[in-house]
C-alpha cells in the first residue's frame, strides 16, 4: 500500500476512520454535497468487507450472502475519486503532528478526520468466557464462525437478554439449536419494556421453546458433563450448552481517541458537540463510538444523522446540527412483536399511565402520558405493533391526545376512534426515522414526479433503513398522490380501464349481456382469468341468465363451470343445498346411499349440511340427477352466491326460542339463494340473544326480539373475523326482507371483485351510517331499483344443475376425455376411518411398485 | 424429419375458448380451441406441475401480454400455450405439441 500518490497541494486531506454503516453514509453525505471536490478522502476499515447492513446482518443465516448486505460494491468510491483499504487498522493518532498511523507500519497525514469506529460487544469477565466455542454477535466473521460451530452441536445459550440478544437467540434457534437466553436483569429487554412488559414477552419466548433465565448471574463457565460447556449461576443451578454468545451490551470503541488524548466520557465514547467535532476541532466523530450529551446512540438512525451534521460542517453549512435523537424502536423478536416509545419507564414527572393487559391472547400495552393528559410521553408495546405507528406519531409530534386517550391502546372495537390519518400529521413529521425523512420531503418528492412508493423510496431513501416505516410510508404516499388528484390504478386488469363497479354499472345501463360484447365496446385484447369471471359474476347478478350458456362457459372458473368444487386431486365436491339446516330422514337417507354407491367421502360442512367428496367429472352429472330427483337443489358451494343460511331450531323447540328462527332462515335461504355476488354471502338467523347460530359472524346476522327482529350487517369469520353492525332493531318480517334485499343488492353493485361484505364495510365512505341512509331513507333515491333487482334474480331463479341435465350440449363437456372412455389413472384413494381420502404422492408410488 | 399428424378428435369435441382433455398414446393431452387466434388450436400436457393433477384443460383461458395462457384452476399459475412455458415460474415447462385444424379433424405432432 502507498500513501504517495502526489496530491495537489491546494487539496486538504479527509481521512475516515471506520467504514460501518455511519462512516459509509458519511462518505455517502460528503460526496452529496460535492466533498470529494473539495477535499481529497481516504477511507480505512478494519473489517475485509467495505461497507455492509449491520442491522440486517442475521438475513446472513436466512439465506443472504454478504454481496446481498453490501451497501456498496465500491463504484460509489471509485467514481469520486475516494480511495479506500479494507483490512486496514489505524492504531495511532499523531495529533500533533496530524498523523495518523497503520498496523502494518504505514502513516498518513491529515487535515480532518472523521473517526466511525462503531462499537464492539462486551463480553463480561467471567471465568471461562474465552473457552473455546464462545462467540459474539457482530461482524459477518462473526457469523461464519457461529455458523461452522453450530454444525457440529445441538445446545446453544445467548448471555444477554437485551434487543440483540434475543435477535442471537432467534437466529441460535434457526440454526436448529436447543436455545437458551441467560439475563442477569429481572427482565428481558430491561432497557426498553418495563416489568409487566417484560414478563409477558418471557411468556411468549417460552412459548416458542426458548429456554429463558432471568435474574440470573452467571459465575464461571467449565467443562460441561453432558455439554461442551457448563454456566454455573450464582444461585447454586447450573446450565450445560455446547455454544455460549455473548451479548451483554456494546462499548464504544474509542480506543485512538483514548491514545491520541481526545475528550472522554467518563465510561468510555468520544465527547462530541452539536457539529460532531471532538476536543480537538479538525477531528470528528459519529456513530456508536461518539458521545453526545454524555449519551451513545446504539442505533443506526441516530448515527446517520451525526454523519449528515459532521459532512455539512466541513462543508461550511453550519446549519446541520445534531441534537439527540429518538430511541423508539419496534422489532419482530423471536416472531413476537415489542415497540417502546419514548419514556417507556414513566420517569417524567408527574406522568400518568394507561395499561391495557390481555393474558389469553398474550398482549400487554402501556400509555405514558402527561400531567394533564394531553400528551403522549412514551408507550410499550408486547405482542401487537399494530398500535406503534400511531402512538409514535402523537409522540415525536407532540399531537394533542383524543379525549379518549386509552383507547390508542385498547383492541379494536365499535365507535373506537379510528388510527390516527397522515391528514393529521404535520409537514414536519418524521416518517422515516432511519433515513430522517418527514412528511413533507415525501410530499415534494411526489410534487417532483415521484409516483409510486418505489419511486419515493429512490428519492428520499424512506423506508430503505430498518424497513419499520414501510406501512406509514405507503399511507403518505398514497395520500399525497390522492391530494394530487393522481388516480392510484384501480383498474381490473389489463383488458379492463374499469373498476368493477364501473363495469357493473356499463353493464346494467348498456344493456350488455355477453363478455365479448362488453369487451368490443370497452374493453380491449381477449380476456384472462382475472376479468372473465368477473364479469360473468355481473352478467348474472344483472340478468340472472344461465351460467352454462354458451356464451358465458368460458367466462366461469372451474368451480363454476363444472358446478363443484375441484379438490387437489381434480375430483370434484357435491354440495346440496339443506335450507337452514334441516332435512328430513328420507333425504338424508337418499344423501347416504348416493354417497355409499360412489364411494363418496362423506362430511357434515361446518356451514350446516352434507358435503360428498371424490367425485370424477363424468360422475357429477349421474350423481346430481339422482340428487335432483329426489328433490335437491345445487347448493352452489363453488359460486361466488349465496351459501348458507345457519340456524338454531328457535321457539318451535327450544325453550328460550323468542321467534321462529328455523323458518325465516328457510326462507331466506330460499329467497337469497340465486342471488350472484362480488364474493360468497352468509347469513345465519338465531332464535334468541343467546345466538346459537353465530349470525354475528356472517354477512346478515339476524336474532330474534321480543318485537321482532335484529338485523346485523356485514360481519365474517375467516381470515380476518369481524362482527357484525347492528343495522336494525325490531324489524317485522317484511321489513327485515326489505333491508337484506337493498343491503345485499346495493353491496352487489358497488363492491369490489372477491371483496367481502366485512372489507366492502370498512372501505365505505361514511360507514354503517351512510349505508343506513342509503337503505332506510333512500338517499340517494335507488331504493326502488335496488328492490327491482332483487325481485328479478328471485323471480329467475332456476337449480343450475336441473337446468345442466336437462342440456346435452352442457352435459358433453363432463366427459374425462373426449376420445377415450377411460379414468384419470392419477386419480387414486386410499381408506381411512372406514372412508375414502386421497393417496399422498409416496403412496401413489408403493400403490403402482405392488401392481408392477 | 417430417412431423407425424395424429388425428385426435373432431371440431365439434373442443369448446370455443376453452379447453378439453384427451387421451393420447397414453399420454393426457390439454386441447384448446381459440378461434381469435393464429393458430386456432393448441396441445400442452394436461398435468399440472404445481397442483398435481391432471388439470389443466379445465383451467380459463387468459390473452396476457400478446400470449394465449392457461390458468391452473388449482392454484393459478400460467402457461403458455404454444410452448408449455410457465409465466411465474421459468424452471417448471411442460410438454406441448403443435395443433391444427383440418376440416372437422383435429391434429397433433410432436414440435
Ligand atoms: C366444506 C367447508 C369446510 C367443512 O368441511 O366444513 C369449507 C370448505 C371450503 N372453504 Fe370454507 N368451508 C366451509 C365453511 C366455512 C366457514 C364456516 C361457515 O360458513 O359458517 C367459514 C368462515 C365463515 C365466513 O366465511 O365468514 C369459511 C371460510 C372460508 C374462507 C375465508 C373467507 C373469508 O372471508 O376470510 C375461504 C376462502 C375464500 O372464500 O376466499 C373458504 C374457502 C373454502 C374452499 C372453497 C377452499 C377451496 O377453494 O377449495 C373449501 C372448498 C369446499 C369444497 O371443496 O367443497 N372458506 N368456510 C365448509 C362448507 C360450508 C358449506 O356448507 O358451504
Ligand atoms: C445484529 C445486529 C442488529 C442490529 N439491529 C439494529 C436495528 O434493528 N436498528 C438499528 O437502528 N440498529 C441496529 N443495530 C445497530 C447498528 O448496526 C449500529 O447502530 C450501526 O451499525 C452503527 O454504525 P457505526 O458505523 O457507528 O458502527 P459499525 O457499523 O460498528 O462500524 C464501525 C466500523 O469501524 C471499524 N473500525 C473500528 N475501529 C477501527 C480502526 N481503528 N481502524 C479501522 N477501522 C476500524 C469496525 O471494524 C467497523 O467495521 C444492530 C446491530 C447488530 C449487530
Ligand atoms: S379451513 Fe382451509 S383447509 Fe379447511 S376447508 Fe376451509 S379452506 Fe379448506
Ligand atoms: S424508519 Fe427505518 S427505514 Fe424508515
Known amino acids: 500500500m502507498t500513501f504517495n500518490t502526489p496530491l495537489s497541494a491546494n487539496k486538504p486531506r479527509l481521512v475516515v476512520v471506520g467504514n460501518g454503516m455511519v462512516g459509509h453514509h458519511f462518505v455517502e453525505q460528503i460526496i452529496a454535497q460535492g466533498g470529494h471536490e473539495t477535499f481529497h478522502i481516504t477511507v480505512f476499515g478494519e473489517e475485509p468487507y467495505l461497507a455492509y447492513d449491520r442491522v440486517h446482518l442475521s438475513e446472513y443465516f436466512t439465506g443472504k450472502g454478504a454481496a446481498d448486505l453490501a451497501m456498496t460494491d465500491g463504484t460509489l468510491y471509485d467514481d469520486n475519486g475516494v480511495r479506500y483499504f479494507t483490512n486496514s487498522l489505524v492504531t495511532e493518532i499523531d495529533r500533533k503532528a496530524k498523523t495518523l498511523l497503520l498496523q502494518n507500519g504505514d502513516s498518513l497525514p491529515y487535515d480532518k478526520l472523521v473517526l466511525a469506529t462503531g462499537s464492539y460487544p462486551f463480553v463480561p469477565p467471567i471465568p471461562g468466557h474465552k473457552r473455546d466455542n464462545t462467540f459474539v454477535y457482530r461482524t459477518l466473521e462473526d457469523l461464519d464462525a457461529i455458523r461452522d460451530c453450530a454444525k457440529t452441536v445441538t445446545r446453544g445459550t445467548v448471555v444477554g437478554g437485551g434487543l440483540l440478544g434475543l435477535e442471537a437467540a432467534n437466529a441460535l434457534k434457526n440454526l436448529g439449536l436447543e436455545t437458551s437466553v441467560v439475563e442477569f436483569a429481572p427482565r428481558l429487554m430491561p432497557v426498553q419494556l418495563d416489568e409487566k412488559g417484560g414478563s409477558v414477552l418471557k411468556g411468549m419466548i417460552e412459548g416458542l421453546d426458548v429456554k429463558v433465565y432471568t435474574d440470573t448471574a452467571t459465575q464461571e463457565i467449565v467443562d460441561g458433563e453432558r455439554a461442551f460447556h457448563r454456566m454455573n449461576f450464582a444461585d447454586g443451578t447450573h446450565l450445560e450448552t455446547d455454544l455460549i454468545l455473548f451479548s451483554a451490551g456494546i462499548r464504544p470503541q474509542d480506543a485512538l481517541a483514548k491514545q491520541s488524548g481526545l475528550e472522554m466520557g467518563e465510561r468510555g465514547g468520544i465527547t462530541i458537540n452539536n457539529q460532531c467535532q471532538t476536543s480537538d476541532a479538525d477531528i470528528y466523530s459519529i456513530g456508536e463510538c ?80 402527561s400531567e394533564d393528559g394531553k400528551k403522549l410521553l412514551g408507550a410499550v408495546l408486547v405482542g401487537d405493533n399494530s398500535y406503534y405507528d400511531t402512538l409514535l406519531q402523537y409522540y415525536l409530534n407532540a399531537i394533542d391526545l383524543p379525549e379518549q386517550a386509552q383507547s390508542l391502546i385498547l383492541p379494536a372495537m365499535d365507535g373506537a376512534p379510528a388510527a390516527l390519518g397522515v391528514d393529521a400529521l404535520p409537514a414536519t413529521a418524521s416518517i422515516c426515522s432511519c433515513h430522517n425523512v418527514s412528511k413533507q420531503d415525501i410530499s415534494d418528492a411526489v410534487c417532483n414526479g415521484a409516483l409510486s412508493v418505489g419511486d419515493v423510496k429512490g428519492v428520499t431513501k424512506a423506508g430503505t433503513g430498518c424497513g419499520g416505516c414501510a406501512a406509514l410510508l405507503k399511507k403518505v404516499v398514497d395520500n399525497e398522490l390522492l391530494a394530487l388528484g393522481v388516480e392510484v390504478s384501480t383498474d381490473i386488469c389489463e383488458h379492463f380501464a374499469y373498476t368493477r363497479q364501473d363495469l357493473y354499472n356499463i353493464i346494467k345501463i348498456g344493456k350488455i349481456k355477453s363478455f365479448d360484447d362488453l369487451l368490443e365496446k370497452h374493453g380491449k385484447g381477449h380476456g384472462c382469468e382475472i376479468c372473465k369471471p368477473a364479469v360473468g359474476s355481473i352478467l348474472a347478478s344483472v340478468w340472472n341468465e344461465y351460467v352454462l350458456k354458451k356464451e358465458h362457459i368460458i367466462l366461469q372458473d372451474t368451480n363454476d363451470r363444472f358446478l363443484g368444487n375441484m379438490q387437489k386431486d381434480g375430483t370434484y365436491s357435491i354440495v346440496p343445498r339443506i335450507p337452514g339446516g334441516e332435512i328430513t330422514p328420507e333425504k338424508l337417507i337418499v344423501l347416504g346411499e348416493v354417497a355409499k354407491e360412489y364411494r363418496l367421502y362423506t362430511k357434515v360442512t361446518g356451514g350446516q349440511r352434507i358435503d360428498l367428496f371424490g367425485a370424477t367429472l363424468p360422475q357429477l352429472p349421474e350423481i346430481w340427477k339422482r340428487l335432483v330427483d329426489a328433490g335437491f337443489e345445487t347448493g352452489q358451494a363453488y359460486g361466488k352466491s349465496l351459501r348458507t343460511v345457519k340456524s338454531c331450531v328457535g321457539s318451535t323447540w327450544c325453550r328460550y326460542g323468542v321467534n321462529d328462527s328455523m323458518t325465516m332462515a328457510v326462507d331466506l335461504e330460499n329467497r337469497y339463494k340465486g342471488l350472484r355476488s362480488p364474493h360468497k354471502i352468509k347469513f345465519a338467523v338465531s332464535g334468541c340473544t343467546r345466538e346459537c347460530a353465530e349470525a354475528q359472524s356472517k354477512d346478515i346476522g339476524v336474532i330474534a326480539t321480543e318485537g321482532g327482529w335484529n338485523l346485523y350487517v356485514c360481519g365474517n369469520g375467516g381470515m380476518k373475523p369481524r362482527h357484525g353492525d347492528l343495522f336494525a332493531t325490531d324489524l317485522d318480517d317484511e321489513t327485515l326482507i326489505k333491508y337484506i334485499d337493498r343491503v345485499l343488492m346495493f353491496y352487489t353493485k358497488t363492491a369490489d371483485r372477491l371483496q367481502r361484505t366485512s372489507v366492502w364495510m370498512d372501505g365505505l365512505e361514511g360507514g354503517l351510517e351512510y349505508l343506513k341512509e342509503v337503505v332506510i331513507e333512500d338517499k340517494l333515491g335507488m331504493c326502488e331499483e335496488l328492490d327491482a333487482a332483487m325481485d328479478y334474480v328471485v323471480d329467475t331463479f332456476q337449480c343450475e344443475w336441473k337446468t345442466t341435465l336437462e342440456d346435452p350440449e352442457a352435459l358433453k363437456t363432463f366427459r374425462q376425455f373426449v376420445n377415450y372412455d377411460g379414468v384419470d389413472d392419477n386419480v387414486v384413494f386410499v381408506e381411512e376411518r372406514a372412508q375414502i381420502r386421497p393417496a399422498t404422492e409416496k403412496e401413489k408410488l408403493e400403490l403402482i411398485a405392488k401392481v408392477g | 424429419m417430417a412431423s407425424q399428424w395424429k388425428l385426435v378428435c373432431k371440431q365439434g369435441d373442443l369448446i370455443r375458448g376453452a379447453g378439453v382433455a384427451a387421451m393420447v398414446d397414453g399420454q393426457q393431452v390439454a386441447l384448446f380451441y381459440i378461434p381469435e387466434s393464429d393458430d386456432k388450436v393448441f396441445a400442452i400436457g394436461n398435468w399440472d406441475p404445481f397442483g398435481k393433477a391432471n388439470v389443466l384443460s379445465r383451467g380459463l383461458v387468459a390473452h396476457l401480454q400478446g400470449n394465449w395462457t392457461v390458468a391452473s384452476p388449482l392454484y393459478k399459475q400460467h402457461f403458455v400455450l404454444s410452448s408449455g412455458e410457465c409465466l411465474e415460474d421459468d424452471t417448471a415447462r411442460i410438454p406441448y405439441w403443435k395443433a391444427k385444424l383440418e376440416g372437422e379433424d383435429v391434429y397433433i405432432s410432436e414440435p
Open chain 1, 290 to 369: 461518539a458521545l453526545w450529551n454524555n449519551r451513545i446512540f446504539g442505533l443506526v438512525a441516530p448515527g446517520y444523522t451525526m454523519a449528515k451534521a459532521a459532512a455539512g460542517h466541513l462543508m461550511g453549512d453550519a446549519g446541520l446540527l445534531f441534537t439527540g435523537a429518538d430511541m423508539s424502536t419496534k422489532l419482530k423478536l423471536l416472531g413476537c412483536d415489542v415497540g417502546s416509545v419514548g419514556d417507556a419507564h414513566g420517569t417524567s414527572q408527574g406522568c400518568k399511565v394507561f395499561v391495557y393487559q390481555d393474558e389469553l391472547s398474550q398482549s400487554y400495552r402501556k400509555m405514558v402520558v
